[in-house]
């Protein structure tokens, strides 16, 4: 197809713009005797193979069970963001020991390399840490059920 269009007069920057091809694979192609052979990636040990046998053991082992809340909401202020997370402890029964989050706004307003130096939103900090916080969420969690899980 690259070499028909070559062939019809087309310059190869003409055919990398209606193909979608870089220049270069263009020229590649264009200017190859015979066309290349695409070459298989190497597999690439994955960081999982040594866990590979324990993995399928325990897909093997039975029925794995899981279970997503979902709660929709018209907005995404940190006192919504909280209320979920109360939500969802109290229909779980429970409250984790630790949550992760990403860097989203309603959490970290300025993520810094490391993590003690990034800036909080002090809405979503708990009042457990001995300062006085509007929402002491946290708190209110664990009155809900009493529980982790």
Known sequence: MLRDLYRQGLSISEIARQ???NRRTVSKYVNAEVPPISRKPSAKPSKLDSYKDYIIQ????GPLTACRIYQFT??????TLIQCH?????FF???PEEVLYDNMKQIVIKRTMKSSDSEWNTQFESSDKGQ???YS???EARLLSGQLF
Request: aromatic share 14%; net charge negative; hydrophobic share 30%.
């Open 58 to 61: 325990r897909l093997n082992s």
């Open 74 to 79: 018209l907005s995404i202020d940190t006192p």
């Open 137 to 139: 969420w946290l708190c």
């Open 86 to 90: 109360l939500n969802a402890f109290n």
């Open 132 to 134: 006085d916080r509007e």
């Open 19 to 21: 193909t979608g091809y």
């Open 93 to 95: 029964g429970g409250y």
